[in-house]
Structures are given as C-alpha cells and as structure tokens.
C-alpha cells in the first residue's frame, strides 16, 4: 500500500525562527493536506493543495505540492509559542467507482514541533 | 455553530465490555469516517461511509463496528474482539465531492481499558 515518510520527526526551535517539514511518498497523490494537531484534541486542516507545482500560503505558513506529485513540503516562517503541535501531512488519491468517488486519507508519521520562547 | 461533535471526551472500559463512541456532525457532509491514534504514529482509518446505510471497512476494520442510519450520526462500537483498544478515536467528515474531498475533524475520544 501506499506509505508517507515524513521528516523530521521532531524539531526544536526557538522562537522567531522559521520551520520546514517535508513528506514523500512511493507513489503519485493528486491532494495533499496539511493538518495541526494540540495534544488532545482532534487535526485542524491548515492548507490543501490540489494540482502538481501549486505553492500556496496561510498567514506565516506557505506548503507547495510537488512536481512529481510524490512530495509535499510546510514552511512556518517566524514561529511563535502557540506553533507548539503535532504537524501531519496526507495524500489523497481519489477514485471513482460506480459513479461516486472516495479518496483515501494516507497519513505521515506526523512532526513535533517544540518552539522556545 | 458547524462542526463534528465527539462524546465522551474520555472513556473508561473494562476489559470484555462493548463500548460506543458517538460522532455527530451538522456541515451537512454526506461522507463519515472513524480513524485510531496511537502515540507516536500516524491516523489509522477503521471505516468510512460515504452515504446512510451504507459503510465500508478501512485498514484495521477487525474489533470494530459501525452503523449509518442518519446523515448527521456515525457511531463507532469498539467490540470486546478489540484486542488493543486503548487510543485516542477520531471521527471526520467531508462532502465527498467529485474534485476535493477534504476532511475535517472532530475533536476526539480518548478511549483507555482498565
């Protein structure tokens, strides 16, 4: 089945500095999401990308789909306490079937980022 | 408001009981899912249901059952058959449009086995 690697694992940082996390995967996807994750509590979706080479940005984060279609990487520029979480990428291939579609969500291991004040 | 609701927040079992989570969601999506978190690791989908009264399993299905029989309902019964059933459950929904599908989360059970 497919897989992710995402990386880092984990990141620590100090406040003011920016932040890159990258996921890979073995085959093509045509969605990637970006999601944050507080202890607790359940992933908020932070940007969404849809077609090969779009780089778009949210506030202080910016995530480009790759050419390939095999990668996807999350930049937080000037990172501030409350970036503190759980940062997870997911592929999405969707498919049609009888005439619905469905796309399966296919996880990273998620990254731990820890900002110091 | 919109949004997915989760109950309980946290859940107590013992071991041998069958334990239901209820997920709830007003966004009007037509399309549910049911994920397990364990520490350190990445979402595991259980099931999904694209539609009422129709649902399919997803990777780790075994221990688990589920029912669609509203738009707005998918509750999630983790069987004594479980054999690991400590994790954090999280439910999402999405509209299950041709184009994007986008997922959004609720805010999750934490489920322990004593």
């Known amino acids: 089945g497919q897989q992710l690697n995402q990386s880092p694992q984990s990141m620590f940082i100090q406040e003011g500095e920016d932040v890159s996390m990258n996921c890979t995967s073995s085959s093509i996807f045509n969605t990637w999401l970006w999601y944050k994750q507080d202890p607790g509590e359940g992933p908020v979706l932070l940007i969404a990308l849809y077609k090969a080479g779009e780089l778009t940005s949210n506030g202080r984060l910016t995530a480009q789909f790759g050419i390939t279609r095999k990668d996807s990487f999350l930049n937080i520029s000037a990172s501030i306490p409350s970036d503190v979480g759980i940062y997870f990428c997911?592929?999405?291939?969707?498919?049609?079937?009888?005439?619905?579609?469905?796309?399966?969500?296919?996880f990273g291991q998620g990254t731990i980022l820890t900002v110091h004040p | 408001d919109g949004g997915i609701t989760q109950s309980p927040k946290y859940l107590f079992r013992k071991e041998g009981q069958n334990v239901t989570l209820s997920c709830e969601q007003n966004?009007?999506?037509?399309?549910m899912y049911w994920y397990r978190q364990d520490p350190g690791q990445g979402l595991r989908l259980i099931y999904y249901?694209?539609?009422?009264?129709?649902?399919q399993k997803g990777d780790i299905a075994e221990g688990y059952s589920v029912s669609r029989e509203k738009k707005e309902s998918f509750p999630l019964t983790v069987t004594s058959a479980q054999k690991n059933p400590t994790a954090f459950y999280l439910c999402?929904?999405?509209?299950?449009?041709?184009?994007?599908?986008?997922?959004?989360f609720g805010p999750g059970t934490r489920l322990t086995v004593l």
């Open positions: 966004l009007n999506h037509d399309a």
């Open positions: 997911a592929g999405q291939l969707r498919a049609n079937a009888g005439g619905t579609s469905y796309g399966k969500l296919t």
């Open positions: 249901s694209q539609i009422v009264n129709d649902f």
């Open positions: 999402a929904s999405s509209m299950g449009g041709l184009y994007t599908d986008t997922q959004y």
